[in-house]
């Protein structure tokens, strides 16, 4: 499997904030973009998902086949918000979440342990800090299978033990051939990943 | 599927209440009508089909707007666009529609033979007013998503998808009370504007989940 991108150019309110972005990632393959706020990694990350059109330039999955016929398809994009719903308990959001998205991975439970949060399924999400609803939120990333993982400021609101515990999850996705995409300012702890520098011209 | 009308259903009664919210609205705007038009017995009879369909169209416009609203607040609409692929977007809306017609304006529906009876409406009129309610809501549900598609990035959408879908509700409301006359005192038979309100609601339940998944990917940003 392979993500490409070419000449890939992106647009907010008509004024153009990157071009020419050129992205080859082949299974197992990691990129972090970084660049300071305003640099466009948002957006980047948003047209790679298919939520945005691109203003110019093709992104493409290659050697997908029919299981995953597009990124959009074949991703877990995990945003600034948490897409979890407060008025339900922790387990209800995430068994909704396997039960939408299909490809089951790991069971609610299991997944809630690998965050670090075992014995909160019960909880309403509500009640959750802000740190320990981001872990709720990768979670989600674990319930169901997705080959290409497109995360934006994934550990925002993270303490030290819970990056290290999300950066084994992340190269655990890569050393089984995923393919992830982060956007990001705060080092994640992965090594031998490239990195896009957005905004260095400006 | 299931699973989003699950969740969509528990959220619609457990959170806010939404479901009772609609049902004490509709008592609200049912019970002032007698002393707005005074204790006229045979007048209230006259006119209450009209005032139930009325109360229940209002009643059913509550919370329309947070239909997407509150699912693009906390991303889950981004996710729900993303699963296009996998599941269709128009029929996410059409689920969502179905969710929020049984935990929003099925209770009203419910609810309106006991306001029939304070209307001083005859039985079979309660009867036809019930079955006119029960098939021609959901077209109220489906129109709605339209709006709230449209207004889902407005922070103050509420009156906006209102007055949006109001103009378009107008045939369902017409054919529901015209079915309710014929029943009660009318010489014209219960039957053809009973199926034509029907139809409406399947015509509805196409076009209007069409059309919000439309509106919905324009609006994503």
């Known amino acids: ?79 600034h918000q948490n897409a979890m719903k407060t008025a ?33 399924g019960s909880l309403p999400f509500g009640y959750l800090s802000t740190g320990q609803r981001r872990r709720v939120c990768i979670a989600k990333l674990l319930v169901s299978h997705r080959p290409v993982w497109l995360l934006d400021e994934p ?48 | 599927m299931l699973a989003l009308f699950l969740r969509d259903l528990r959220l619609g009664i457990r959170a806010g209440g939404g479901a009772l919210v609609g049902v004490i609205f509709f008592l609200a705007v049912v019970a002032v009508i007698p002393f707005g038009v005074g204790p006229d017995l045979n007048l209230l009879a006259r006119i209450g089909p009209a005032i139930l369909w009325i109360g229940a169209l209002l009643a059913g416009l509550l919370g329309l707007e947070r239909l997407f609203q509150a699912d693009r607040e906390d991303g889950s609409l981004d996710l729900l666009v993303l699963a296009d692929g996998r599941h269709m ?60 598609a449209v207004a889902v990035a407005l922070p103050r959408g509420g009156l906006l998808v209102s007055v949006l879908i109001l103009p378009l509700a107008i045939p369902v409301l017409i054919f529901g009370v015209s079915a309710c006359y014929a029943a009660t005192t009318g010489p014209q038979p219960f039957l053809p504007p009973f199926l034509i309100l029907a139809a409406l609601t399947l015509f509805f339940a196409v076009i209007g989940p069409f059309a919000a998944a439309l509106a919905l990917k324009a609006n994503a940003d």
């Open chain 1, 1 to 79: 499997m392979r993500l490409t991108a070419e000449k890939l150019s992106g647009e907010r309110g008509g004024e153009t904030i990157f071009a020419g972005i050129d992205i080859v990632l082949a299974a197992g393959g990691g990129l972090l973009v970084t660049g300071p706020n305003g640099s466009g990694k948002s957006t980047l990350l948003r047209i790679l998902a298919g939520l945005l059109p691109p203003a110019e330039g093709v992104i493409r999955l290659e050697g997908g086949s029919e299981e995953w016929p597009t990124v959009a398809a074949a991703s877990h994009y995990l945003g």
């Open chain 1, 88 to 120: 339900l308990t922790v387990a209800e959001n995430l068994r909704f979440w396997r039960d939408f998205h299909g490809d089951p991975h790991l069971d609610v439970a299991e997944a809630l342990e690998m965050v670090g949060l075992p014995g909160i």
């Open chain 1, 155 to 202: 550990t925002a609101g993270l303490d030290a033990g819970s990056e290290r515990r999300f950066a084994g999850l992340m190269r655990a996705h890569l050393e089984k051939g995923g393919i992830l995409i982060a956007a990001t300012h705060l080092p994640l702890g992965l090594e031998g990943v490239g990195e896009l520098r957005m905004g260095a011209g400006r």
């Open chain 2, 89 to 148: 977007l128009a029929l996410s809306v059409l689920v969502k529609c179905l969710a929020h017609w049984v935990a929003n304006i099925l209770p009203l529906v419910i609810a309106s033979p006991l306001l029939g009876i304070f209307m001083n409406i005859e039985p079979i009129g309660i009867a036809a007013a019930f079955a006119t309610l029960l098939v021609g809501t959901p077209a109220i549900a489906f129109i709605g998503a339209v709006g709230a």
